[in-house]
């Protein structure tokens, strides 16, 4: 992630460190939207990336799980995921704290709580996600994808023990 914006590295800072309060609020109880500080840069340097050889995303992927895990002091994995518009992923359940950072174009996401263990509160999930935008999808979750009305880009940041 190198030849990026002179205030990359703080938008990236406080990127994460959004991510985490919500984290902290929402760890393992319900699913929520985060609308992080630096989002403009953080994605634009994510796209690029995406767009560049291989290695440049296996290398983009891997800088950032280590951050993250740093920030998290947990260990963290990342994939890039891309869903075509009109298309489905078919509903997956969720078996690591995940959050879904959407990079570009937009995802219409459907979580659902599997399982009993959940407070009544907590319910199916319906949410727009759009460019800039991440959520968190708690471990034990069903999850479904549709792509909007163009390709649509995410990475997933996976929290492992």
């Excluded at 914006?5 to 985490?20: G, K, R």
């Excluded at 796209?47 to 947990?74: P, Y």
């Excluded at 704290?97 to 959407?102: K, N, R, Y």
């Excluded at 959520?135 to 940041?157: D, H, K, N, W």
Aim: glycine letters at 10%; proline letters at 4%.
């Amino acid at each position: 992630m190198d030849n990026l914006a002179p205030n990359f590295h703080s938008d990236l800072e406080n990127f994460l460190q959004d991510i985490l309060a919500s984290f902290r609020t929402h760890g393992g109880r319900s699913a929520a939207v985060v609308w992080p500080r630096g989002d403009a840069s953080v994605v634009q340097a994510l796209v690029a990336a995406h767009d560049k050889t291989e290695s440049s995303v296996e290398e983009t992927a891997r800088a950032m799980g280590l951050l993250f895990g740093e920030v998290l002091k947990r260990r963290v994995g990342v994939t890039y995921r891309v869903v075509p518009a009109g298309k489905s992923d078919e509903e997956r359940e969720i078996t690591a704290d995940t959050f879904a950072v959407m990079l570009q174009g937009a995802l219409e996401i459907q979580l659902s709580p599997l399982g009993d263990g959940w407070p009544a509160e907590v319910g199916s999930f319906r949410h727009r996600l759009l460019a800039g935008e991440v959520l968190y999808i708690p471990i034990g979750f069903g999850c479904t994808m549709v792509g909007q009305r163009s390709l649509a880009l995410l990475m997933e940041l996976t929290l492992h023990d």
